[in-house]
């Protein structure tokens, strides 16, 4: 179940959404209960080239020479 940012473009709130279905529509804002809400690009969907799903993150090369792993 991702969890997705919105604004509204009526009065500019930011906020998330936890979502069960990706087909279904935008929320209402829960400030001003308004309909005109977009989807916002989350930094946090990104990953670096070269790290795989599930390794818990970037590990820079510094800190795998370091420690013999590198």
């Not at 087909?23 to 209960?33: H, N």
Request: charged content about 15%; proline content about 10%; hydrophobic content about 25%.
């Amino acid at each position: 179940m991702p969890i997705y940012e919105y604004r509204c473009n009526q009065c500019g709130h930011d906020f998330e959404e936890l979502t069960f279905s990706t087909s279904g529509s935008a929320p209402d804002c829960p400030e001003c209960c308004h309909k005109d809400v977009v989807k916002l690009m989350s930094a946090g969907a990104i990953r670096p080239n070269g790290v795989p799903s599930g390794s818990g993150g970037f590990t820079p090369p510094a800190c795998k020479t370091a420690h013999g792993g590198g």
